[in-house]
């Protein structure tokens, strides 16, 4: 899949321009907070409706604008698309999210386009809180199974009615979304339990392949188990929430038994989200033999450059990425083929340099 072009309407710093791509290598320069970073944000906010910065989107609004926009022409399997994303402020928050202009669901929309991002200023998945890696986890399962999003979806309303009732005090009905609740747990604990074998596989390989050595890392899924909901029935009733299930779920990554973020330099927490990164780019490979898009922003000093300049080497070749960095280095070895350069000052992009 190819994105050829992007359009932004108040979104952050971005000017409402149309910015075209190159199918292979785009490299995004300029000085510090002129947008370069923002510009990797509308990509995968067109693919996803998320951010990769932030949980807050209403972060991604220009100041005072009432709506954003993001539109952007993308070409899979011989055909080209006009995806498009629109979102108000309010309350309501509403949301468009348009297929060549007619309006789809939110999980025919977001398998329209998989994108992969890395931040070296983003270390959540290791440092932050469980619903970090929960997200983590989710958003690498939607990506190879276009149905994991509506289960996502059923077990939240199952969860939001059952705390419901029992913040009312009231048990009526409780029996009944106690195997709602159970019900529509089972896809999303199996799913997660499956993924995060095989993203653990995908990583050591891609590891060792590459011979870097990271102390004897393990990733562990735990799994909230909802099968016991009789048990603890009083203790929901008095705390006035659901107590277990998928939102209790967690990702461990340790090194000896203890917290990875506790024990690994800032340098080696960096290699390790980008490692699980590309772990996550070969099971979309995997799964559907394609290529997705890869950002890459803010690649700084303390990332061990060698090792990833080999990890972007064995990418297949029809992977388009998108990258933002400092490093020189960096820089001279993505324009070593074919690649678009694009300057970017306040928001909008002032020159587009190509080599073929």
Do not use: C
Request: proline fraction near 3%.
């Amino acid at each position: 899949m190819i994105l050829r072009s992007l359009t932004t309407q108040s979104f952050r710093n971005l000017g409402a321009e149309e910015v075209a791509f190159h199918d292979q290598v785009n490299i995004v320069v300029g000085r510090n907070g002129q947008g370069k970073t923002n510009l990797l944000e509308a990509i995968y906010f067109l693919a996803t409706t998320k951010s990769f910065r932030t949980a807050r989107i209403g972060s991604v609004f220009q100041f005072g604008s009432p709506s954003v926009f993001v539109s952007g022409l993308l070409h899979r399997f011989g055909v080209d698309k006009t995806l498009s994303v629109g979102l108000e402020t309010g309350e309501t928050r509403r949301r468009a999210l348009l297929v060549n202009g007619e309006r789809v669901t939110l999980p025919a929309y977001v398998n329209a386009m998989n994108v992969f991002a890395y931040s070296s200023a983003r270390l959540d998945i290791l440092r932050g809180a469980p619903e970090e890696r929960r997200r983590f986890l989710d958003r690498g399962i939607a990506s190879i199974d276009p149905s994991y999003l509506e289960a996502v979806s059923r077990y939240g309303r199952a969860l939001r009615q059952r705390n419901a009732l029992l913040a009312s005090g009231s048990t009526s009905s409780l029996n009944a979304w106690d195997e709602e609740l159970s019900n529509a747990a089972s896809p999303l604990q199996r799913g997660r339990a499956a993924y995060a074998e095989a993203l653990g596989s995908a990583f050591a390989e891609i590891v060792a392949e590459h011979g870097y050595h990271i102390r004897n890392l393990a990733i562990d899924y735990k799994p909230s188990a909802v099968d016991d909901l009789p048990r603890i029935r009083r203790e929901e009733m008095r705390a006035r929430m659901s107590l277990v299930g998928p939102q209790r779920d967690l990702l461990a990554f340790s090194v000896d038994g203890r917290p990875a973020a506790e024990v690994l330099s800032g340098g080696e927490q960096k290699m390790v989200v980008l490692f699980l990164k590309f772990a996550k780019l070969a099971l979309f490979r995997r799964r559907f033999d394609e290529a997705a898009l890869f950002l890459l922003d803010d690649i700084d000093a303390e990332l061990d450059l060698e090792i990833l300049e080999q990890l972007l080497l064995k990418l297949p070749a029809q992977t388009q990425v998108f990258a933002t960095s400092a490093k020189e280095r960096f820089v001279r070895t993505l324009e070593a083929g074919p690649h678009r350069r694009l300057v970017i000052e306040n928001g909008r992009v002032t020159a587009a340099i190509e080599k073929p």
